[in-house]
């Protein structure tokens, strides 16, 4: 089965501010974590495994005092 291509990640605003989510788009990559496959952004920033089979994301190598979130992840055409 070929992998989806790319993937809207939902991103959470900082804790206790009322900034809006932001949505990154990421591009599949031959990669695995954990036997998922590895999305990263354009800019190679934003690095997640995603499972499909749930429509979820986990952050990659988190930057310092970010919190692993579970995301929101879903598929583009």
């Known amino acids: 089965m070929r992998e989806v291509q790319r993937c809207a990640v ?4 900082e804790g ?3 900034a809006p989510q932001r949505i990154v788009v990421v591009h599949w990559t ?3 974590a954990g036997g ?3 999305y990263t952004d354009v800019d190679a ?5 995603i ?9 990659l190598a988190a930057q310092p ?6 995301l929101q992840a879903v598929p583009l055409p």
Request: charged fraction near 10%; proline fraction near 9%; include cysteine.
């Open 10 to 13: 939902t991103l959470p605003a």
């Open 16 to 18: 206790g501010s009322h």
């Open 30 to 32: 031959p990669d695995l």
């Open 36 to 38: 998922q496959p590895v």
């Open 45 to 49: 920033v934003l690095r997640v495994a």
């Open 51 to 59: 499972d499909s089979a749930h429509g979820t994301a986990r952050l």
């Open 65 to 70: 005092g970010s919190q692993a979130h579970c």
